[in-house]
């Protein structure tokens, strides 16, 4: 909804009455040429309504100046006009003043009739309480006569849940459920969501066997996907494995996603060997692997030391119409530098741009690190004043293995530089990049005083 400028505020918009003409007095002659100007009275009215404080008497005596033409034009007096006035009065003020000026509205205007919407305004504006909501529900159903439907189920679930009134919004799912309507799939799954990152697993099933059992509102492949995708985010692939068992007893296929989801659940855990077990299960159900899925599985593959099987999948992805990309390489890079191969990893570097391929920041800062920690340090320089030059940022890690590599080679100057580079480009806070720099030189003094460094 469009605001009013400060000039327009102070007005209490009495002016509005003016933009309403009787289309009686327009001549004939002038009806065609007045036709865009209102049009433009049209926008003009709807963009200028804004209440300036939260004050039911002011907002009373402002919609009576909007209303006192004698002579409005009906079409600009439609419910969805009503609507925008009482949005934005609710979107300030407290629920029993939002329903009070709802009941002047009515008084004050006749013509206006509330319809579905009007109470779902209400509702989405009530107080973060269950009680108010049920209150703009009970309105609803008395005032209106509207029996709450799934798309009001689904506004007030989206109001207690944007408050973290997720023990609520069950209540309030299951006793709608009771009486009127059951959720959709859509407030079903955005409910079973909130519950995943929220709320205890036990909660969840719960949630999930009740609504089964008591309403017939069962679980589909999203309401499994999102399910799966947390218990792997937690490492809990146990779980993920049951749920996969699960979702096959209940007709449904896993899919592309499905199966990427666990893949990056045993990449957490560094387990290569169960990643290619879970693309060999793909491929058995018939499942076509995407470029995500070898991006994971070269990913694991190289995270668990087994980079000699991860290159393999190379031509196997290229053979499947999917070109290794920046992450691809930068897994293997990172997997071989694991391995202490940086020179290999860098080697890799030049074969990725032969081909093609444009290397990001992360793989900068993934060979970075590789070099510095196999004490390449003049081709760790080199390959800063490449970065430098693409002004690609440091991350953490790389900025303070290079730092210290730098000073234990006595090249503390150029330390420096790289400090200096690091907060030009806001790779890291001031207090963060320094800290590390402060931290790498106390040692430095201390390991001199010790005969450690020269």
């Known amino acids: 909804m469009g605001k009013i400028t400060a000039a327009a505020r102070g007005a209490q918009l009495p002016a509005l009455s003016n933009l309403v003409r009787n289309q009686r007095q327009t001549p004939p002659a002038a009806a065609a040429a007045a036709k865009p100007e209102e049009d433009e009275k049209k926008k003009i009215w709807n963009s200028m309504i804004r209440f300036p404080t939260p004050n039911l008497s002011d907002a009373k005596s402002i919609f009576n100046s909007l209303i006192s033409n004698p002579n409005p034009n009906p079409s600009l007096l439609t419910p969805k ?44 504006h009530s107080p973060s309480s269950l ?43 299951k006793e709608l459920s009771l009486k009127h309507s059951a959720p959709d799939t859509y407030t079903y799954n955005f409910l079973v969501k909130h519950l995943c990152r929220h709320r205890s697993l036990t909660m969840l099933n719960s949630f999930i066997n009740d609504m089964r059992d008591s309403f017939g509102v069962k679980p589909d492949l999203v309401t499994y996907t999102i399910m799966i995708d947390n218990v792997c985010n937690t490492k809990n692939l146990r779980e993920a494995t049951r749920l996969l068992g699960v979702l096959s007893e209940q007709g449904f296929k896993p899919d592309c996603y499905v199966y990427n989801t666990v893949m990056k659940g045993y990449c957490m855990l560094s387990q290569g060997g169960e990643v290619l077990r879970v693309y060999n299960k793909m491929l058995e159900e018939g499942v076509k692997p995407d470029l995500v899925t070898f991006n994971t599985l070269i990913y694991g593959l190289s995270k668990s030391g087994r980079v000699r099987d991860a290159k393999k999948f190379l031509s196997v992805m290229t053979e499947a119409g999917h070109m290794p990309d920046a992450v691809t390489y930068t897994s293997l890079m990172n997997g071989m530098c694991r391995e202490g191969n940086a020179l290999g990893a860098l080697n890799l570097l030049v074969e990725m741009e032969r081909k093609g391929c444009t290397p990001n920041s992360c793989t900068y ?44 080679k006595g090249m503390v100057a150029e330390a420096y530089q790289v400090f200096d580079y690091a907060v030009e480009s806001k790779s890291l806070t001031d207090v963060s990049a320094y800290a590390t720099l402060e931290a790498t030189l106390k040692w430095l003094a201390k390991a001199k005083e010790q005969g450690l460094a020269v």
Do not use: Q, W
């Open 365 to 408: 800062n993934t060979l970075l690190h590789g070099l510095c920690k196999a004490r390449l340090l003049d081709k760790g320089v080199e390959l800063f004043r490449v970065m430098k030059a693409a002004e690609m940022k440091l991350e953490t890690g790389s900025y303070g293995t290079f730092v210290r590599s730098l000073c234990r």
């Open 131 to 173: 009680p108010s909501v049920r209150k703009s529900l009970n309105l609803m159903l008395s005032h209106g006569a509207f029996i709450p439907d799934k798309v009001t189920t689904d506004i007030a679930v989206r109001a207690l849940c944007s408050s973290s009134l997720i023990e609520e919004a069950v209540e309030l799912v």
């Open 81 to 124: 006009f009503f609507n925008s006035i009482l949005h934005s009065f609710a979107s300030i003020s407290t629920l029993d003043d939002s329903h009070a000026f709802l009941n002047h509205m009515l008084k004050a205007s006749p013509s206006f009739t509330p319809d579905r919407s009007t109470y779902h305004i209400l509702l989405s």
